[in-house]
């Protein structure tokens, strides 16, 4: 959010109007700058992978149209950060009424109070200067969520000062009437009580509200976004068919479809303790798609990208713990890490009813199956001959999570004329010593899940020979 203003600006209705500033609409506010950014080339969702093709498109279909839409999709897709970079398609400044509960245009003041200081202070009316950031208002539905909430109610305080019942300002707005000319977002709205909904659908079709019997001629210039999970949309709650009748547009969402915008996602939203290797977060992402295409995992749920990004920063959190403990000059992610993020990973997923007690063993299972793709998508062709005939003759190759990258390396054994290493090496682009231990580390993983060498776990340590 910006604090400061941006001046000079006009202070006056006055001033407002000698400078020739033209009130838009909403709607027309966001579809002009939607367009605007279109014709120059821009991109409007900045961050947001993999919707290029799906969802933007319907998505900017909506708001040209200028329809209040609900985004429907699993868990983790987007759908918060999707709603939330609406606001970069407002003005950055809009002027507002100076003390306006509702946040009105200087030039269309709707409360009996701001239509009161227009009339005595004319020209002279003080206006203020609201950013863009101040237009979005969020609201996480829950089944206690009220009326009062979201429309308003009667101030009792107000009304103990001695102003009538039936008088306007004895009113509290809720927060879509306190979001006039901006913005307003409704997650996980099947949640919401259905007798809320309906107190929804007066705002949403007339843009008026009514409340406690009190019917007030607002005109709302509000849009309306929400969110839902299909799950909870069929199952655990619904949305009720007037209210959905009143969404213009209904879009489903979904996780990537490309293998690299799951890579993108994890690189912008984790954050990264430590150096993790781009390899290592590419069997990540590959470690997530196979759970969200895995019988044993419940599809209803989904399988969020806030797993993989949690998965991220737990193995950087691994290399920075063993770096600190062992002192190593630098932090970097090494295959032995992503054992600790099976450990802790496993209650962000849903299972079938009969998968209990094999939980452990799926998740290992699909994130060896990841391991094994990515060593074949980047070191295919490589001969291996040289390394695996010297463990052949007896070798040992032994890492853990508190071995050093430099202990490890001095533990490889001596190839002779091969470049084998050099190879996986420059195939992995690793420069370093923990990114040549991390490379070499998925090599040897790599020989092992082909049944090419062999491997004992224990006391912290893995042995390859």
């Given at each position: 959010?910006?604090?400061?203003?941006?001046?000079?600006?006009?202070?006056?209705?006055?001033?407002?109007?000698?400078?020739?500033?033209?009130?838009?609409?909403?709607?027309?506010?966001?579809?002009?700058?939607?367009?605007?950014?279109?014709?120059?080339?821009?991109?409007?969702?900045?961050?947001l992978h993999g919707f290029e093709d799906t969802v933007v498109?319907?998505?900017?279909?909506?708001?040209?149209?200028?329809?209040?839409?609900?985004?429907?999709?699993?868990?983790?897709?987007?759908?918060?950060?999707?709603?939330?970079?609406?606001?970069?398609?407002?003005?950055?400044?809009?002027?507002?009424?100076?003390?306006?509960?509702?946040?009105?245009?200087?030039?269309?003041?709707?409360?009996?109070?701001?239509?009161?200081?227009?009339?005595?202070?004319?020209?002279?009316?003080?206006?203020?200067?609201?950013?863009?950031?101040?237009?979005?208002?969020?609201?996480?539905?829950?089944?206690?969520?009220?009326?009062?909430?979201?429309?308003?109610?009667?101030?009792?305080?107000?009304?103990?000062?001695?102003?009538?019942?039936?008088?306007?300002?004895?009113?509290?707005?809720?927060?879509?009437?306190?979001?006039?000319?901006?913005?307003?977002?409704?997650?996980?709205?099947?949640?919401?009580?259905?007798?809320?909904?309906?107190?929804?659908?007066?705002?949403?079709?007339?843009?008026?509200?009514?409340?406690?019997?009190?019917?007030?001629?607002?005109?709302?210039?509000?849009?309306?976004?929400?969110?839902?999970?299909?799950?909870?949309?069929?199952?655990?709650?619904?949305i009720i068919t007037p209210l959905k009748d009143r969404f213009?547009?209904?879009?489903?969402?979904?996780?990537?479809?490309?293998?690299?915008?799951?890579?993108?996602?994890?690189?912008?939203?984790?954050?990264?303790?430590?150096?993790?290797?781009?390899?290592?977060?590419?069997?990540?992402?590959?470690?997530?798609?196979?759970?969200?295409?895995?019988?044993?995992?419940?599809?209803r749920s989904g399988v969020s990208a806030r797993f993989s990004?949690?998965?991220?920063?737990?193995?950087?959190?691994?290399?920075?713990?063993?770096?600190?403990?062992?002192?190593?000059?630098?932090?970097?992610?090494?295959?032995?890490?992503?054992?600790?993020?099976?450990?802790?990973?496993?209650?962000?997923?849903?299972?079938?009813?009969?998968?209990?007690?094999?939980?452990?063993?799926?998740?290992?299972?699909?994130?060896?199956?990841?391991?094994?793709?990515?060593?074949?998508?980047?070191?295919?062709?490589?001969?291996?001959?040289?390394?695996?005939?010297?463990?052949?003759?007896?070798?040992?190759?032994?890492?853990?999570?508190?071995?050093?990258?430099?202990?490890?390396?001095?533990?490889?054994?001596?190839?002779?004329?091969?470049?084998?290493?050099?190879?996986?090496?420059?195939?992995?682009?690793?420069?370093?010593?923990?990114?040549?231990?991390?490379?070499?580390?998925?090599?040897?993983?790599?020989?092992?899940?082909?049944?090419?060498?062999?491997?004992?776990?224990?006391?912290?340590?893995?042995?390859?020979?």
């Amino acid at each position: 959010m910006t604090d400061r203003t941006p001046s000079p600006l006009p202070a006056t209705l006055g001033e407002l109007r000698a400078s020739g500033h033209v009130h838009k609409p909403l709607r027309v506010e966001l579809r002009d700058n939607l367009l605007a950014k279109l014709r120059a080339g821009e991109d409007p969702w900045p961050g947001l992978h993999g919707f290029e093709d799906t969802v933007v498109p319907q998505l900017e279909r909506a708001l040209i149209a200028g329809h209040d839409v609900v985004l429907l999709g699993e868990r983790g897709q987007g759908k918060t950060r999707l709603l939330r970079t609406l606001v970069t398609l407002l003005d950055e400044w809009t002027p507002v009424i100076s003390g306006s509960e509702l946040g009105e245009h200087p030039y269309e003041p709707i409360s009996h109070a701001s239509q009161q200081a227009a009339a005595t202070d004319g020209d002279d009316l003080r206006i203020s200067w609201r950013h863009r950031s101040e237009r979005y208002a969020e609201k996480l539905a829950t089944p206690d969520t009220s009326v009062a909430d979201l429309i308003g109610d009667i101030d009792p305080i107000k009304v103990a000062e001695g102003r009538s019942l039936g008088d306007p300002e004895t009113i509290h707005f809720g927060l879509i009437p306190r979001s006039h000319r901006g913005i307003v977002a409704i997650n996980e709205l099947p949640d919401l009580a259905e007798r809320i909904q309906v107190a929804m659908l007066n705002v949403m079709e007339e843009r008026d509200i009514q409340i406690r019997g009190y019917l007030l001629r607002l005109p709302l210039d509000v849009l309306v976004v929400a969110s839902a999970n299909p799950e909870d949309y069929t199952n655990r709650g619904r949305i009720i068919t007037p209210l959905k009748d009143r969404f213009g547009a209904e879009i489903r969402t979904h996780y990537p479809v490309a293998l690299e915008d799951e890579v993108a996602v994890i690189r912008q939203e984790a954050h990264l303790l430590a150096e993790v290797p781009d390899f290592v977060v590419e069997i990540l992402a590959r470690f997530t798609r196979h759970l969200r295409q895995s019988s044993s995992v419940d599809q209803r749920s989904g399988v969020s990208a806030r797993f993989s990004i949690a998965g991220a920063e737990t193995i950087a959190a691994s290399a920075l713990h063993r770096a600190t403990v062992q002192g190593e000059d630098e932090a970097v992610a090494r295959i032995v890490d992503l054992e600790t993020a099976v450990d802790v990973l496993g209650g962000k997923v849903e299972f079938e009813t009969g998968e209990e007690g094999r939980e452990r063993e799926v998740l290992t299972h699909l994130l060896r199956t990841a391991t094994a793709e990515t060593v074949r998508a980047h070191l295919r062709g490589i001969d291996f001959g040289p390394l695996v005939a010297a463990l052949e003759n007896g070798a040992l190759v032994t890492t853990g999570e508190q071995v050093t990258a430099r202990d490890f390396l001095a533990g490889l054994p001596v190839l002779g004329e091969s470049d084998v290493y050099d190879q996986v090496m420059d195939r992995l682009g690793a420069r370093t010593d923990g990114a040549r231990a991390s490379a070499l580390e998925l090599a040897l993983e790599g020989l092992y899940l082909a049944r090419k060498i062999g491997k004992e776990t224990g006391g912290g340590e893995t042995v390859y020979g």
